[in-house]
T-cell receptor, first 114, second 112 residues
Framework: GESVGLHLPTLSVQEGDNSIINCAYS??????FIWYKQESGKGPQFIID?????DKRQGQRVTVLLNKTVKHLSLQIAATQPGDSAVYFC?????????????FGTGTSLTVIP | DGGITQSPKYLFRKEGQNVTLSCEQN?????MYWYRQDPGQGLRLIYY???????QKGDIAEGYSVSREKKESFPLTVTSAQKNPTAFYLC???????????FGSGTQLSVL
């Protein structure tokens, strides 16, 4: 069935290294994707988004890449810091839909090793 | 300071009891949502509202009810019909439908 999923449930990186978190989606009609960061016991925090008419979008220390050919989304975090430790998940806005239906992956837990 | 406020942070429900989770936003957003988060699972949509006095069921609406009498407020009631209510509940809003969601800090509901 259709799903929004992540390749790896956990990821550990050294402080200062770059992190790459992946997300696969299966609906080629999806046109909008969002990455969220969630710290323990808190609500998800918006990081960056991208629409399907783009391949790449950059923010502060973060880059999102969209490969529509293989239906793959990635989040790159540059110079990872201890404060980046959290669960990261992607959200997919599938079309067609009759409401604001975002579908969320289960998340990847990122641990930054000092 | 604009944002989404959820209360309480922690809530306990006795068997047979209805409980209401509060969600208020001052972002002037049209759309509001309630999600349920269980360990190891993605967020699942309970209810959403795109405009005042209108709301729609999401994927797991059974055992829940909502109201949208004001643009700023979207309370969620967990009824006694919800047999497995223990979860982290997240309220979100967006300026309009199909735009990025902004989340509150969540309410952890547990059963006594």
């Amino acid at each position: 069935g259709e799903s929004v999923g992540l390749h790896l449930p956990t990821l550990s990186v050294q402080e200062g290294d770059n992190s790459i978190i992946n997300c696969a989606y299966s609906n080629s009609a999806s046109d909008y994707f969002i990455w969220y960061k969630q710290e323990s016991g808190k609500g998800p925090q918006f990081i960056i988004d991208i629409r399907s008419n783009m391949d790449k979008r950059q923010g502060q220390r973060v880059t999102v890449l969209l490969n529509k050919t293989v239906k793959h989304l990635s989040l790159q975090i540059a110079a990872t810091q201890p404060g980046d430790s959290a669960v990261y998940f992607c959200a997919e806005n599938r079309l067609p839909n009759t409401g604001n239906q975002f579908y969320f992956g289960t998340g990847t837990s990122l641990t930054v090793i000092p | 300071d604009g944002g989404i406020t959820q209360s309480p942070k922690y809530l306990f429900r006795k068997e047979g009891q209805n409980v209401t989770l509060s969600c208020e936003q001052n972002l002037n957003h049209d759309a509001m949502y309630w999600y349920r988060q269980d360990p190891g699972q993605g967020l699942r949509l309970i209810y959403y509202s795109q405009i005042v006095n209108d709301f729609q069921k999401g994927d797991i609406a059974e055992g829940y009810s909502v109201s949208r009498e004001k643009k700023e407020s979207f309370p969620l009631t967990v009824t006694s019909a919800q047999k497995n209510p223990t979860a982290f509940y997240l309220c979100a809003s967006s300026a309009r439908a199909n735009e990025k969601l902004f989340f509150g800090s969540g309410t952890q509901l547990s059963v006594l």
